[in-house]
């Protein structure tokens, strides 16, 4: 029976059977061998290891990235739009309001990629407040989206996951070096901040009326 195939099986087991510090080497050669190819996965599973449990934020450039995370993003705007839209229909000509929402959208990394090695699943919160203005037929909009990306890191979620180098690691074995203090779970998260202006126009019937949204990100402020 090959090592892959023994790993394979140990993931459907409650615990490894294998002593601690053999398990905490396990981790510690893979953060080692980690460094140069996925960098940031080697850097969470170090910061697991240290046993500190003090939550990490990670750059939102690197997450942003990652097409999963922008797919999130654009289906939260979607949603901000569609809502802004009914709610510009409904407003009197001189009258202004206020929307405020939020909405979140799940996130699963691909295979393969760094931040499944990071995060396999988790969940980006976007928390909305907007103006909106009419004047005659046309409503104008402008407002924050305040987004709020997080996950905690653990190892109680599946059964194993494919590590490069090490072939299949049992989740078990993160959970026995938590129950040992070993290393201990903590909280990944990363914040940015998008701006919105946007024009909603009433359209004469049967057509329908027209909105025009757009999205600005705001730069970090350096520190």
Request: with cysteine; glycine share 8%.
């Amino acid at each position: 029976m090959t090592m892959l195939l023994r790993g394979f099986i140990r993931g459907f087991r409650s615990r490894t059977g294998r002593p601690v510090p053999e398990l905490a080497a396990l981790f510690r050669s893979i953060v080692t061998q980690s460094r140069d190819t996925y960098p940031m996965a080697a850097d969470v599973l170090d910061h697991f290891m240290d046993g500190a449990g003090a939550s990490r934020t990670l750059s939102r450039r690197w997450l942003r990235s990652f097409k999963v995370i922008k797919k999130a993003e654009r289906k939260n705007h979607r949603r901000f739009e569609k809502q802004l839209a009914r709610e510009a229909r409904l407003l009197d000509d001189g009258a202004s309001t206020w929307l405020r929402d939020h909405w979140d959208a799940a996130i699963n990394a691909f295979i393969g990629t760094e931040l499944f090695y990071v995060s396999r699943m988790s969940l980006l919160r976007s928390q909305g407040s907007f103006v909106l203005t009419r004047a005659g037929a046309e409503v104008q909009v402008s407002g924050t989206v305040r987004h709020h990306w997080f996950d905690p890191y653990d190892w109680d979620r599946g059964r194993w996951v494919f590590i490069p180098r090490h072939g299949f690691v049992p989740i078990s074995v993160g959970r026995e070096l938590v129950e040992s203090d070993e290393a201990r779970n903590f909280l990944m998260e990363s914040r940015h901040v998008q701006t919105l202006t946007g024009t909603c126009r009433d359209g004469r019937w049967p057509r329908r009326g027209r909105a025009r949204f757009e999205w600005s990100l705001v730069k970090a402020a350096r520190t």
